[in-house]
């Protein structure tokens, strides 16, 4: 069975900064990476990584938002720095066996339940 386990998100001022974390397990994942939604929004690729260090983000997170994976442990991490009140979303841990990695939510085989992000400002 095929599981993806988030942990951290919460509220947070404008400026501040989070970082949430996901453990898969049952499976060695090539692709890993967080997906975010806002009410009445479509989901979005935020971050994905694969092959451990090639990384790939969505232009309005760059420079403030930093995705890392640790392959032993099946692990992907996005630090979250500088973050606005439209980074307010739901954000998903995603994962695939399949390459290529994008930022494409039709292209993910798993997903977690979601950890919520709230950014006041």
């Known amino acids: 069975q095929v599981v993806l386990v988030e942990s951290g998100g919460g509220s947070v001022q404008a400026g501040g900064s989070l970082r949430l974390s996901c453990a898969g397990f049952?499976?060695?994942?090539?692709?890993m990476g967080w997906f975010r939604q806002a009410p009445g929004k479509e989901r979005e690729g935020v971050a994905v990584?694969?092959?451990?260090?090639?990384?790939v983000y969505v232009d309005s997170v760059k420079d403030r938002f930093t995705i890392s994976q640790d392959i032993a442990k099946n692990t992907v991490d996005l630090r979250m720095t500088s973050l606005k009140p439209e980074d307010t979303a739901m954000y998903y841990c995603?994962?695939?066996?399949?390459?290529?990695?994008?930022?494409?939510?039709?292209?993910?085989?798993?997903w977690g339940r979601g950890t919520q992000v709230t950014v006041s400002s």
């Open positions: 995603t994962a695939t066996g399949r390459l290529p990695c994008r930022l494409d939510p039709s292209t993910m085989s798993y």
């Open positions: 990584i694969y092959t451990g260090n090639s990384t």
């Open positions: 049952g499976y060695t994942y090539d692709c």
